[in-house]
């Protein structure tokens, strides 16, 4: 198979996800690559467990390296998403496949849904369905349904197909091939499936809820291992109800004319949310106030966090790479990465550039803003002083807080592939 990349979250990383790990390296995957979510993730929330303790379940559980996808990106819709960490695992030119799970494995239909999402047609098709109280999927899968067909347009039903259909469309022009791997076990927001496998959501609501052994036993024990630690540590689980009364001050700063700026749709959403801030007292009822039929509560809370961060639209390229962990082979095909910058020490993002070094000083900041959703809160500037995750051969008798002292000792920065 050559390097496998996988975009994720593993927020946090559960059976499915290791199943997924252990499949390509059994299918022959010689590295696996992960392009992994920061702090902030696509249902427009804070990771429950911070970047660098998931960079190491990720390591511990079967991959080899694993690097960051930045805010603007994780947190985004699912276009925005799939166009960031597809980017990335391009950029670093080491990677010969894509690896998803998705519930159809079928590769040429998820392949047929992505070219009528790029046809000449879809758009006119979207504009036939315009009419009605419906959420945007409802009229993008009506619009599909009339292009190829009722059958195929249902693969945008389920999560991890839209999630695939957007990595199929952004893979064009490049030298990646897609792999679909079977999705198994619990559905997004289900309870557990018969196999025992839950879904990342349905974990988070147990540790939110403080069913805590009852989460940790769907978790592979390394990685079950690592969130308790970090829990232990006060570090998770990470909730954006610990910021409540900071995210209501940002937002009731706002004019009704900065909503804009954060409504991708251009559907008089901003309008919406902006009267919601006025009369809410508390971020669900801002949510259920904002929410109707056609706005997905999913998107509205993209929209709150993007507003509270002050998000800016991603540009059109990642800037750099940020190394979060990585085990020897790991290392190996960082050395291999020649036309990328690859951050592998905070203190050396000066050397790659303006744009380059605000999207990290932003990224800093967004940091300083998660470490309010944590149990514990920590001072600022955690993204300046973190180290990258290192494992040295097989990764046996990895010690945490001896990590630091390993990435010291490599002497590698930006442009160093001495790691």
């Known amino acids: 198979m050559g390097v496998v990349g996988i975009i994720c979250e593993y927020n946090p990383l559960h059976l499915g996800h290791e199943r997924m790990l252990r499949t390509l390296r059994q299918q022959g995957a010689e590295a696996v690559l992960c392009a992994m979510s920061g702090n902030f993730v696509q249902r427009g929330e804070p990771a429950v467990v911070g970047k660098m303790a998931r960079a190491e379940m990720a390591l511990r559980c079967g991959a080899d390296l694993v690097v960051e996808i930045p805010t603007p990106w994780s947190a985004a819709t699912a276009e925005t998403f799939a166009r960031g960490g597809v980017e990335i695992l391009r950029r670093t030119g080491v990677v010969d496949e894509l690896a998803f799970g998705a519930e159809c494995p079928d590769v040429e239909a998820l392949e047929a849904v992505a070219a009528a999402l790029d046809g000449e047609e879809y758009r006119e098709a979207l504009r036939r369905h315009e009419a009605g109280n419906i959420t945007f999927a409802a009229r993008r899968q009506a619009a599909v349904a009339e292009l190829i067909g009722p059958d195929r347009a249902a693969l945008l039903e389920k999560p991890n197909n839209i999630l695939a259909v957007e990595y199929l469309r952004c893979l064009r022009g490049t030298p990646m091939r897609p792999v679909a791997i079977p999705r198994q076990g619990a559905g997004h927001d289900e309870e557990s499936a018969e196999d025992g496998t839950a879904s990342a959501s349905q974990i988070r609501q147990l540790l939110h809820a ?33 910021c409540e009364r900071s995210v209501l001050d940002r937002l009731r700063r706002m004019e009704e004319e900065d909503w804009a700026r954060y409504d991708g749709g251009g559907e008089g959403l901003c309008h919406r949310m902006y009267r919601a801030t006025r009369e809410a007292t508390d971020l669900q009822s801002l949510l259920e106030r904002a929410k109707t039929k056609r706005y997905p509560l999913a998107r509205l809370r993209r929209m709150m966090l993007s507003a509270w961060l002050e998000l800016p639209a991603p540009p059109e390229q990642v800037p750099y790479l940020r190394l979060l962990g990585a085990n020897d082979a790991g290392r190996r095909l960082l050395r291999q990465m020649k036309s990328v910058p690859v951050l592998t020490k905070p203190a050396d993002v000066a050397g790659l550039g303006n744009e380059a070094a605000g999207l990290f000083r932003q990224e800093c900041r967004w940091s300083d803003l998660y470490a309010l959703t944590c149990p514990r809160v920590t001072p600022c500037g955690e993204d300046w002083r973190s180290v990258p995750v290192l494992f040295s051969g097989e990764g046996k008798g990895y010690d945490h807080e001896k990590n630091a002292d390993i990435a010291r000792a490599s002497g590698a920065g930006a442009g160093d592939r001495g790691l």
Request: hydrophobic share 40%; aromatic share 6%.
């Open 210 to 242: 403080g069913r805590i052994e009852q989460a940790l036993a769907y978790m592979p024990d390394e990685a079950a291992r690592v969130l308790r630690r970090e829990m232990e540590r006060g570090f998770a689980p990470a909730s954006l109800d610990r």
